[in-house]
């Protein structure tokens, strides 16, 4: 058992040091934000945002990623106007760069923060009222998050929202708006949920160079306690002799007729 234990302990050790070095990140984030907002009168509107953001990078260290990412989402945000609700309907999408700090906690647990800038460009409308407006711009974002390993380079990936800036400049905006400046912070009203895979670059140099995925070195670990080491072997056959039987013939002897 003392050996098992120290097997497993060597195998987490050597999953985060090396894992997912020289490798192929691919991910995906589906986004959800909601708000709701209470007036007089007992009214109520509930303002939902949804959203993807795949990425594809190389992770060129332990626990260092970068590459490009993208995304798109859609919006609708009710509100109050003179006792009756507007909804105002928003288009989004981004493509930039992302970078990323992993920290690994044995062969299956991790923490990460993500750090992207993008181009950003959209549409906005009041939902029956008003013609779309639209713009362009940037957007800097910074989140945490969190995931498990659960099959060799798979992942599952959970965030709680971030930090973010964006600068934007408008046109065909009814309101006489030109530009805006947002400062957003998430945590609390946005829940990402992702999955991320990592491929290996170089799989015919797994052996030599150490680039390996979590859950390889999991795969040939002996699993024989102690006492089996100690157990003495066992002792050489005996080979048996084999006895070639000879089978003995009668010899009967004929006797002439003639003699008698």
Request: charged share 15%.
């Amino acid at each position: 058992m003392k050996k098992l234990m120290l097997t497993l302990l060597a195998a987490g050790s050597i999953a985060a040091a090396n894992a997912q070095s020289h490798t192929i990140l691919l991910y995906g984030n589906a986004t959800v934000t909601t708000d709701q907002q209470n007036y007089a009168g007992n009214i109520t509107t509930n303002n939902i945002h949804w959203g993807i953001n795949p990425g594809i990078g190389y992770q060129f260290s332990p626990h260092w990623t970068i590459g490009v990412q993208g995304g798109f989402d859609m919006g609708r945000n009710p509100s109050l106007v003179n006792g009756g609700t507007q909804t105002t309907v928003t288009n989004n999408w981004q493509a930039g760069l992302f970078g990323r700090y992993t920290k690994y906690f044995g062969s299956v647990f991790f923490i990460y923060g993500q750090l992207e800038g993008s181009y950003v460009g959209g549409t906005s409308e009041v939902e029956d009222i008003t013609p779309q407006a639209n713009y362009d711009g940037f957007n800097v974002n910074l989140f945490p998050g969190v995931g498990a390993f659960v099959a060799r380079g798979l992942a599952l990936n959970f965030s709680i929202g971030g930090i973010g800036y964006t600068g934007m400049n408008w046109t065909g905006n009814l309101n006489g708006l030109n530009s805006e400046n947002k400062f957003n912070f998430t945590f609390g009203h946005q829940a990402n949920f992702g999955i991320s895979k990592n491929f290996g670059c170089h799989p015919a140099h797994h052996h030599m160079h150490g680039h390996h995925e979590p859950g390889d070195d999991m795969r040939h670990i002996d699993t024989s306690d102690d006492d089996d080491d100690n157990t003495p072997p066992p002792p050489p056959q005996v080979k048996e002799k084999k006895h070639k039987k000879v089978k003995k013939v009668k010899k009967v002897k004929k006797y002439d007729d003639d003699e008698d």
